[in-house]
């Protein structure tokens, strides 16, 4: 199993730029999730699907929007890019949400200029 | 509503001594509470988490946890520390429902001397 992965590893973007990061996991999770890390805040859910078709907001979702086609992908799209949305960008899956552990995929550093 | 609060952002401690790092947590429901590792440039791995079974959580890597309802807290303890222990750990808290969400600290950083 390859477990969450996700591409690319790195982006750098110019200010109003569109861009999608790509999330996939082999391990039949019917709950996907993405956060954004900036120093100091901790992990902040941005948007969370509970199986294929059903996405939500999270705590931090303007500017990003989601979809969930297949229980296997979930990708996050920038509509417009700006500056306070450099971060690092983690993906996570896991069987249910609540008492299950979410696995993490390894992360994409966004830089937007 | 849920929320984690980790004191102290940055802990140093010597190779060989107790590691503590705090962790006190809200939630108006029965928590499910974990820990997490962060190893430089790599995303998080769970350490431990605790379901309402056994209030003392063992883990990897030799660290335990306990859950204290009355203090609300979900400290991370390991007997003695090691070098690769360095990372910065996060704390989290959900809750039961198919639309829970992950709720994390702010993390503490570890670093361990010689």
């Known amino acids: 199993n390859a477990g969450v992965t996700q591409t690319p590893k790195f982006q750098v973007l110019k200010t109003g730029q569109s861009m999608t990061l790509q999330c996939a996991q082999d391990?039949?999770?019917?709950?996907m999730s993405w956060y954004r890390q900036d120093p100091g805040m901790g992990l902040r859910l941005i948007h969370y699907?509970?199986?294929?078709?059903?996405?939500d907001q999270g705590e931090v979702p303007n500017g990003y929007n989601v979809s969930r086609s297949t229980t296997e992908d979930f990708p996050l799209r920038l509509l417009s890019a700006a500056p306070s949305q450099t971060s690092v960008y983690f993906c996570?899956?896991?069987?249910?949400?609540?008492?299950?552990?979410?696995?993490f995929g390894p992360g994409t550093r966004l830089t937007v200029l | 509503a849920q929320s984690v609060t980790q004191l102290g952002s940055h802990v140093s401690v010597s190779e060989g001594a107790l590691v503590l790092l705090r962790c006190n947590y809200s939630?108006?429901?029965?928590?499910?509470l974990f820990w997490y590792v962060q190893y430089p440039n790599q995303g998080l791995q769970l350490l431990l988490k605790y379901t309402s079974a056994a209030t003392l959580v063992k883990g990897i890597n030799g660290f335990e946890a306990e859950f204290k309802k009355s203090e609300t807290s979900f400290h991370l303890t390991k007997p003695s520390a090691h070098m690769r222990d360095a990372a910065e750990y996060f704390c989290a808290v959900s809750t039961t429902g198919t639309a829970s969400k992950l709720t994390f600290g702010t993390g503490t950083r570890l670093q361990v001397t010689l």
């Open positions: 939630s108006s429901v029965p928590p499910y």
């Open positions: 996570a899956s896991s069987y249910l949400a609540g008492r299950d552990e979410q696995f």
């Open positions: 699907s509970v199986g294929a078709g059903i996405t």
């Open positions: 391990m039949n999770h019917e709950y």
